[in-house]
């Protein structure tokens, strides 16, 4: 099943170290070649962060790889070592470990595949938009990757297992069927056991909207903070054909999902404002 | 023409320093009160990131007024201060500083506008998922504000004086005509002299991608780091309907866009697929 041929790119944002991304890179291992290339720590709601005012560093990863892997490779022809993980830390976030992979360790050799997560933590409705994980597979799509981000809908201590099998049968029929130019796979995998997993809905992203508030502290020399804390409103109202839907339904969430985000459809309704210089 | 009744926000990616955003506040005070919440420093290609791991600060600004605004403010019943401008800097994210607004220092007062720039730079085609200016006005239309992001096209230095017009004219239209839900717009003003801008073109998001590379170097220690540096290409093959066209040809570019990253068409297709758990 193995197919030394394929090259493909895991990152995520909850860092290099999070067992998730282990989880992941055991499965999809399996497949072909990969390459780790990840945030050295965590980078959440990051959103579509990328780094222009600072350097970014890389290390390999794990640290004893440092005489096989030298910075900048030696080579592309990129094999897995035998403490299990191949990969490099970066010093920016998920958006920057996909464009250095490409640009800088890759050389332009371009992955089979890319994939983000498993993040630790849902990535639906408007959550979306704050996503590492999400912008990393947004990130490999512009380059013309085919790319999903792939979450465990929880934030306790969590089996990444079954998600990372599932993972593993996305990639196959993903490198089968390929992905249309522009598009990439939100996949949101309920955290409940595997057995009352209900089955895979194909969904929109939703738009419930969080009720937030800023919870206001003290400091020690008695100045105010502020830290953000919230949680989602109207869920029940957002419809059956949305992420957050399928999820609290025990379904796995498939969501394609584009990064042109012109509303064409109000589009001509503005042409008719006729806006005018003067 | 100026309605007391009126609260405009006004906020921005490259700090509440910038002089984009204080000639943004210039003609936009001639509409209404004015409330300035914005970065305390430069947050360029911040995407949408928001910030969870860290606690907030907010500071009066100018540091003058602070005895007349405490924090959190006593009121909501903003008033212009006599040395011109009415403000908090947030130790955040664009993102943040409409969350904190609305959330905290507003105590949920809607406000009837927010806008966000005037940016120093573009923020067309692929550069709109990274821009932190843009991001802010996504905030705003989560929060059910109408909306807009405005960018001066250069990193030179510029005179913000004609966009700042425009965005007091853009304003006062959206104030009558209003904005779909979950629609805002994404303003980009060529930088050249008043008498050369041919019109106002109203675009879809541009998808010319860039070329990147990432400049390695040696510190002072000898060890290696990169530099992200880049330019767009195959721009002439992405259509006369984009808003980098638009700049190219001395338009004003408007586009519509929204936060709903599904994509529709793909969406049916993709349940063709018929994916199995087994």
Redesign the interface.
């Known amino acids: 099943m193995k197919n030394d041929n394929l090259l493909i790119l895991l990152t995520n944002d909850d860092g290099i170290h999070a067992p998730g991304l282990f989880a992941l890179y055991q499965e999809i291992k399996k497949l072909g070649k990969v390459l780790i290339v990840a945030p050295d720590s965590?980078r959440?709601?990051?959103?579509?962060?990328?780094?222009?005012?600072q350097?970014?560093?890389?290390w390999p990863w794990p640290p004893a790889n440092r005489a096989a892997h030298p910075?900048?490779p030696k080579s592309t022809n990129f094999t897995d070592t035998d403490d299990g993980v191949w990969g490099y830390a970066v010093s920016g976030t998920p958006?920057?470990c996909v464009?250095?992979a490409y640009?800088?360790l890759l050389q332009e050799r371009k992955p089979d595949l890319l994939i983000s997560g498993i993040n630790h933590g849902s990535n639906t409705g408007?959550n979306?938009?704050?996503s590492g994980t999400v912008?990393a597979a947004?990130e490999g799509t512009?380059?013309n990757i085919p790319s999903f981000a792939i979450s465990l809908t929880t934030y306790e201590e969590a089996d990444f297992s079954f998600a990372a099998k599932?993972a593993r049968k996305?990639a196959t029929?993903i490198l089968q069927?390929g992905l249309?130019v522009?598009?990439y796979?939100?996949v949101n995998v309920p955290a409940v056991p595997e057995n009352q997993?209900r089955?895979?809905a194909?969904t929109?992203?939703g738009?419930a909207?969080?009720r937030?508030?800023?919870e206001?502290?003290k400091?020690p020399q008695n100045?105010?903070?502020?830290?953000?804390t919230g949680y989602k409103i109207n869920l029940e109202n957002d419809g059956p054909d949305t992420d957050d839907y399928a999820i609290l339904n025990n379904m796995?969430s498939?969501?394609?999902?584009?990064?042109?985000?012109?509303?064409?459809q109000?589009?001509d309704?503005?042409?008719q404002?006729k806006?005018?210089?003067e």
Not at 44 to 53: D, E, P, R, Y
């Open positions: 965590e959440s709601a990051v959103g579509h962060a990328i780094t222009l005012s350097p970014l560093r890389v910075i900048p958006a920057d464009k250095i640009w800088a408007l979306v938009i704050y912008s947004t512009i380059l599932f996305l029929v069927n249309p522009g598009t796979l939100n997993i089955g895979i194909i929109r992203q738009q909207v969080y937030e508030k800023f206001q502290r400091d100045k105010t903070y502020y830290w953000l796995i498939i969501t394609p999902v584009h990064y042109d985000l012109t509303n064409y109000f589009l309704k503005l042409k404002w806006l005018k210089l």
